[in-house]
Each structure stands twice: as C-alpha cells, then as structure tokens.
C-alpha cells in the first residue's frame, strides 16, 4: 500500500511543527515516500528545500499576518500560491494531506485529487470556532465566509483525521462525514524528547518555586489571564515566593510582555521566545507547577492543548480553567478553577505551592497518561489506518 503522500502545512514551519513531523516519520517508517510543504522559519526551517531524517520539505516564505482579517487574507494568499507552486515541483501523489488552518489548502488538495490522489483532511483546529475566539466580531460576513470554507474542506475530503472527539463528532454532525471516513490522532509529545533532567535552582531567579508556561502566545492563549492571575497571586494571595518563565512566541508575545510591565510582573515574570529543546527541558524540570490559562470559548472547550500533553510528559502538576477537553486529556493531573476565574487560578496555583506531596501525586498520573492511553503509539496506528482506508476508498 505505501505510496508517495505530500502533508500540506501553512501556519508553522516542520519539522517545528511537532504533530506534522510525528506523523511525517511515522509513515516515513511505515514505507511511505513523505514530502511536505510548509512556510520557512525565522530562526530554524530556514531552508528554501532539505531533506531532513528521509523526509523531503519545501519551504517558502510568508510574512505573518498583522491587523486584523485583512492581514490573513493577505497571507493566506501568498501561501496558497506558494503551496499549489511547489505542489506541482513535487508532482503527483498518492496521498495529499492538508493541514489546517486555514481552511484553504482543500483548494490544492482538488487540484492533485483530478491527478489521482486520495485527499485526507488533518483538522487541527475548527476555523469557524477560531475565528469566533479570535476576533470577537460575532458571526459576520466574514464568519460565514470561514463556515463556508470549512464546508468546502469537508466535502473534497476523502478521510478526515481529528485530534480529540469532540472533532470528530464536529465532522460527522457539522461536516457530514459518514463515521467510518474520520479517525481520531491524537497529538501527544515525543516522549524521547520530553526527559527530566536535574533541576537547575538558579533557574527560578532566587525564588524558592518556579511556575512554567510553554506554548503559542496568540489573543485566544490565555497568556494575559495568567499574567492577572499571578498578580493576584501576589496582590491577594500575598505570594511573591515564586518566578514565572512564559516559553514560547506568537501574534500576541509584544502585548503580554507590555502586559506583564503593567501589572508590576517584570521583575517576577521572565519572557524567553522560542527556545532550543534542550533549554525547554532545562525549565520544564525545575518548575513546580505548570500553567494551562487557556480561557473558556468555543475554540478551547472542545480542544486538545499542546501543551498540558507536555506538561503530563515531563510529570508536572497543571493548573487549568475547567474546560471540557482539559479534563479528558490531564484528568486528576491537573487541577480547574472556574472557567475564566482568575482569583481561584491563582489560588490553586497557591495551594499546589504549598503541597509537595500532591505534586508529585499528580505528575505520576499525568505521565502514566502520555506513555499509556494517550501516547503517540496510538495515535500513529490510526494515523496509518487512515491513510489506509483512503487508499481503498
């Protein structure tokens, strides 16, 4: 059965992208001829073309959108000429699987579908929720452009492939696809790359505890939520016995670490960008507890974040908002204020601070959950299982 298949990503570079590189050296290994198609990187996946580990990658360049809508549909502009340009350099395929967002690469998939190939649809975010969560403009014209988008996507799909399932249930109900075409891969951590190393004490700045957030940093993250909740963690808790380490970037870095002056949280609350994996893991086994401030809305409740995934991976204790999926992924490894509260965020986060033993109680669970039921071996079988049945389809 393997054959020759080109993954499609348009909003990070790979092998960056995490989730797409599993699945890139999953079929790599199961016998399949992998190429994919993704933007270039600031700092790494600078290369206009590599082969990295047997997988073939074209890059291409793409400014980040800035100022609203407008700016994305600058962008998706540019990449979707850029993706259907190297889409033909690479020729054709068996397998074209498009990752979202946005939901526009259905429009290359069609073009390789009339060659022959099988299109599967990975789903790693519901645009329309995406858009609702984003930008706060209601359901406007522009939100019935993105519905209709997403609908488009479902129809020229073959197999859809979602992360949890609450997705799943969106394709079958909102989407239409009949159940036996869509298959749950769920994103879990390398667990090869997630190992606790010695906890390096000048890490947390002089502090006798270190609070840890890894992650994108866009307006729907909740960055600016655990920012006003450590105030508070402070201000009303009366705590200055901690430092926090916000890890990562995205379209809203600039605005917290401005955030973060405002509410008096320079000197507590250090900003590193993207990090290699190795500083990563260095902050990841010093802290004491790790921060999920995703807010409740229709995006987050019904997705699986990343993040509390790696948390669980490096057996760290999570303090989260109570949303739906939340609970499914941590379990008992984490514990859930009120969705949006963050006084009781910070007062959780407080009460972990001061019980050692729970900590290590709920980082036990949460890595028993990453190696068991929600580890990557998994999801790779389904991953495999569905580009089977979009073959015979």
């Given at each position: 059965?393997?054959?020759?298949?080109?993954?499609?990503?348009?909003?990070?570079?790979?092998?960056?992208?995490?989730?797409?590189?599993?699945?890139?050296?999953?079929?790599?290994d199961?016998?399949?001829?992998?190429?994919?198609?993704?933007?270039?990187?600031?700092?790494?996946?600078?290369?206009?073309?590599?082969?990295?580990?047997?997988?073939?990658?074209?890059?291409y360049?793409?400014?980040?959108?800035?100022?609203?809508?407008?700016?994305?549909?600058?962008?998706?502009?540019?990449?979707?000429w850029?993706?259907?340009?190297?889409?033909?350099?690479?020729?054709p395929?068996?397998?074209?699987?498009?990752?979202?967002?946005?939901?526009?690469?259905?429009?290359?998939?069609?073009?390789?579908?009339?060659?022959?190939?099988?299109?599967?649809?990975?789903?790693?975010?519901?645009?329309?929720?995406?858009?609702?969560?984003?930008?706060?403009?209601?359901?406007?014209?522009?939100?019935?452009?993105?519905?209709?988008?997403?609908?488009?996507?479902?129809?020229?799909?073959?197999?859809?492939?979602?992360t949890?399932?609450?997705?799943?249930?969106?394709?079958?109900?909102?989407?239409?696809?009949k159940?036996?075409?869509?298959?749950?891969?769920?994103?879990?951590?390398v667990?090869?790359?997630?190992?606790?190393?010695?906890?390096?004490?000048?890490?947390?700045?002089?502090?006798?505890?270190?609070?840890?957030?890894?992650?994108?940093?866009?307006?729907?993250?909740?960055?600016?939520?655990?920012?006003?909740?450590?105030?508070?963690?402070?201000?009303?808790?009366?705590?200055?016995?901690?430092?926090?380490?916000?890890?990562?970037?995205?379209?809203?870095?600039?605005?917290?670490?401005?955030?973060?002056?405002?509410?008096?949280?320079?000197?507590?609350?250090?900003?590193?960008?993207?990090?290699?994996?190795?500083d990563?893991?260095r902050?990841?086994?010093?802290?004491?507890?790790?921060?999920?401030?995703?807010?409740?809305?229709?995006?987050?409740?019904?997705?699986?974040?990343?993040?509390?995934?790696?948390?669980?991976?490096?057996?760290?204790?999570?303090?989260?908002?109570?949303?739906?999926?939340?609970?499914?992924?941590?379990?008992?490894?984490?514990?859930?204020?009120?969705?949006?509260?963050?006084?009781?965020?910070?007062?959780?986060?407080?009460?972990?601070?001061?019980?050692?033993?729970?900590?290590?109680?709920?980082?036990?669970?949460?890595?028993?959950?990453?190696?068991?039921?929600?580890?990557?071996?998994?999801?790779?079988?389904?991953?495999?299982?569905?580009?089977?049945?979009?073959?015979?389809?």
């Amino acid at each position: 059965m393997p054959g020759k298949a080109l993954i499609l990503v348009e909003n990070l570079s790979v092998p960056f992208d995490r989730r797409v590189w599993q699945e890139s050296t999953t079929l790599r290994d199961a016998g399949w001829e992998v190429h994919v198609i993704c933007p270039q990187g600031t700092k790494r996946d600078t290369e206009a073309e590599a082969v990295v580990d047997g997988v073939h990658i074209y890059r291409y360049p793409l400014k980040a959108a800035t100022g609203g809508p407008a700016g994305y549909l600058q962008e998706y502009g540019s990449a979707l000429w850029h993706t259907l340009r190297l889409a033909r350099k690479v020729g054709p395929v068996d397998v074209v699987h498009a990752c979202n967002p946005p939901d526009l690469l259905y429009l290359v998939a069609k073009y390789l579908k009339r060659q022959g190939a099988k299109f599967i649809f990975d789903q790693h975010d519901l645009c329309p929720e995406l858009y609702l969560s984003r930008f706060d403009r209601g359901q406007d014209l522009l939100y019935r452009g993105v519905c209709a988008l997403e609908r488009a996507t479902y129809r020229a799909a073959d197999v859809v492939i979602s992360t949890n399932e609450s997705y799943q249930q969106v394709a079958r109900i909102r989407g239409g696809k009949k159940p036996e075409d869509v298959f749950v891969v769920r994103s879990a951590p390398v667990v090869e790359r997630f190992h606790e190393v010695p906890a390096e004490p000048e890490l947390k700045k002089g502090k006798p505890y270190l609070l840890a957030y890894l992650g994108v940093m866009g307006p729907q993250d909740g960055v600016d939520y655990a920012l006003r909740a450590l105030a508070k963690l402070r201000d009303e808790v009366g705590r200055t016995d901690w430092h926090a380490v916000f890890v990562g970037s995205g379209d809203a870095f600039d605005d917290m670490v401005a955030l973060s002056a405002k509410l008096g949280l320079a000197n507590q609350v250090e900003f590193t960008g993207r990090i290699s994996d190795e500083d990563l893991v260095r902050y990841l086994s010093t802290a004491d507890v790790c921060l999920s401030p995703d807010p409740l809305n229709p995006l987050n409740d019904v997705s699986t974040m990343n993040k509390v995934m790696e948390y669980m991976a490096m057996s760290k204790p999570i303090v989260s908002f109570e949303l739906r999926e939340a609970r499914v992924s941590a379990g008992d490894a984490a514990v859930y204020a009120p969705a949006n509260d963050e006084t009781e965020f910070a007062a959780l986060v407080s009460r972990l601070l001061d019980d050692p033993e729970e900590r290590i109680r709920m980082g036990k669970l949460g890595q028993a959950r990453v190696a068991g039921p929600l580890s990557w071996a998994n999801s790779a079988r389904n991953l495999l299982a569905a580009y089977e049945h979009a073959v015979k389809s």
